[in-house]
């Protein structure tokens, strides 16, 4: 296995989806190492920190997009939510997931594409990981996000800070916003890897809702 700084290179090259699949079925046993111990990953912490001071958080109804090996579902179920499903499009970081014990549910999906699941069904979306290089893009992701949350649901969500422009995530949730759509209630510049890089962390409100 390729050291971390190595593996996260890779991810800059934009693979394609096939290479991209292939990638994370090597990495995913050994994820949590790399990103976690070795890389400072600190964006599971700070988002379950956020969800903490929400009223009634420990029984919403949750999904974690992109949830990977399951580290956001680890953080939330350990602040005391109790309702996490977990979206991810690599059945090998699923499995890591599944191991953790925390998830009601886990499907595989696609974020390009939209998401197997009825409208309303989510109080809040997670994100962490997922807005960067070589993933996907605010669309149609966003717009599904806010299709899949009750009026008033939140989306917490992380994007790395270099592509906050430039993959078009501050123009769509502009447009949005723009739209009545969604309520941006803050955009912070927080740490991502600590002393490494750093993302937005990003709190959106689907209007509709009191």
């Known amino acids: 296995m390729l050291p ?3 593996l996260i290179a890779q991810l800059r090259s934009n693979l394609p989806p096939s290479d991209l699949q292939a990638f994370y079925t090597q990495w995913a046993s050994t994820y949590n190492t790399h990103i976690v111990a070795l890389q400072n990953y600190v964006s599971p912490s700070l988002i379950a920190q956020i969800v903490r001071q929400l009223p009634h958080y420990s029984t919403l109804r949750i999904l974690d997009a992109g949830c990977g090996t399951g580290l956001v579902g680890v953080a939330l179920a350990e602040s005391g939510a109790t309702n996490i499903d977990g979206l991810d499009f690599s059945p090998a970081m699923l499995a890591q997931a599944r191991l953790t014990g925390f998830y009601k549910n886990l499907f595989v999906g696609d974020l390009l594409q939209t998401i197997e699941v009825p409208d ?4 809040l979306v997670t994100c962490a990981g997922t807005f960067t290089y070589g993933h996907v893009g ?6 599904e996000f806010i299709r899949i949350l009750v009026p008033s649901g939140l989306i917490i969500a992380t994007v790395l800070e270099e592509v906050w422009e430039s993959g078009g995530y501050k123009a769509e949730i502009e447009k949005f916003e723009a739209e009545e759509i969604l309520e941006v209630v803050s955009v912070e510049l927080n740490d991502y890897r600590k002393g490494c890089e750093k ?4 709190i959106l409100k689907k209007r509709g809702g009191t």
């Open 4 to 6: 971390a700084n190595q």
């Open 120 to 123: 309303g069904s989510y109080d």
């Open 138 to 143: 605010p669309d149609p992701a966003l717009r």
């Open 199 to 202: 993302a937005h962390m990003v």
